[in-house]
């Protein structure tokens, strides 16, 4: 599912937070029909947890905490050390790289997902996973799909009901700060992660708003959402044919769906994790062409078949 800030911000209309509402209802059922026993979030994170100074292609974290951005959980994830540890033995022994991280901090990209699915971020045992979508230079796609196969292939070996998640995209360009262009007190955050004051969120929050509102009204420089594209790109998730996203190349997501498409790594991690045991097939199914969120909102349910 996507996720974004502005569902925790004044600004958007009732009308479309109602029908996005309404689809997370129906997956919030699906969900609660299969009662998983663990959850695995494969998710990006926005500066908030992962800084230039250290930016894998993808950690697992071992333990984690929320950072509370955005009207999120702040606090402690409940995170099985063992389980998590193995995980990343696993996925190493399959010959995916990936750091580890005992402390993960979490953002928004993580603890929405939870909150909005089970009503409070702690009520299951979570595996994060983080999947860099956002600090360059950026990994090709076909290694998010051998992650999430890895993943995959792990978690087959556990007695247990798994639910996977994937969280971000589609279509979004939203103003997230850029390694060439910040200015100094902001590379000072992305690159060192010097925490922001409360005062310094607030301004964010606002920066956010007031962005939604121009883009929504046609009065912005940010990229245009691409339905077109994201409608291609949900095509191909629905009909089991990962292999056909190894060849779209980082320029032709970043150029078609805007600068934080390359979120949909977090999708495609979760559907090769799903796809590791078999064909899967997509159940519900939920897209909005959302301007006030700057966003191409979409969820997805699938199972095997």
């Known amino acids: 599912m ?13 009308d479309l937070l109602d029908d996005i509402e309404g689809a997370i209802a129906d997956a919030r059922q699906f969900v609660d029909d299969y009662d998983p026993e663990l959850v695995v979030i494969f ?21 984690a905490t929320g950072v509370g951005d955005y009207g999120t959980y702040a606090g402690p994830l409940d995170v099985p050390e063992d ?70 292939h792990y978690l087959a070996t556990l007695d247990k009901r798994v639910l996977l998640l994937g969280s971000g995209g589609l279509s979004h360009s939203p103003p997230v700060p850029a390694l060439a262009t910040a200015s100094p007190p902001v590379l000072e955050r992305i690159v060192h992660g010097r925490p ?11 920066a956010v708003i007031e962005a939604a509102r121009s883009f929504a009204a046609g009065d912005s420089d940010l990229q245009e959402l691409n339905p077109v594209w ?27 769906g805007g600068s934080s498409a390359q979120e949909i790594r977090t999708w495609v991690a979760a559907f090769a994790a799903l796809a590791s045991a078999g064909p899967y097939e997509t ?3 939920y897209y909005k062409p959302a301007a006030e969120l700057i966003a191409g909102f979409a969820i997805r349910t699938a199972v095997p078949k």
Not at 43 to 63: A, E, L, V
Not at 105 to 133: C, M, W, Y
Request: glycine share 10%; net charge negative.
């Open 196 to 206: 922001m004051t409360p005062e310094q969120r607030q301004a964010r929050q606002a």
């Open 83 to 152: 389980l998590a540890t193995e995980c990343a033995k696993a996925v190493l022994d399959a010959g995916v790289d990936i750091a580890v991280s005992a402390c993960m901090d979490v953002d928004h990209g993580t603890v929405q997902p939870l909150e909005k699915l089970f009503g409070e971020a702690t009520s299951r045992p979570v595996i994060p996973v983080f999947i860099n979508a956002i600090g360059v230079p950026l990994g090709p796609i076909r290694r998010c799909r051998a992650l999430g196969t890895a993943v995959g």
């Open 43 to 63: 998710s990006p994170d926005h500066y908030n947890g992962f800084f230039y100074k250290m930016m894998p292609p993808f950690c697992i974290g071992t333990g």
């Open 2 to 14: 996507s996720h974004s800030p502005l569902l925790n911000l004044p600004g958007p209309s009732r």
């Open 283 to 285: 159940v519900g199914r």
């Open 230 to 256: 994201d409608q291609r790109f949900l095509e191909i998730i629905d009909g089991g044919r990962l292999g056909e996203l190894d060849q779209w190349s980082n320029s032709f997501v970043a150029h078609e």
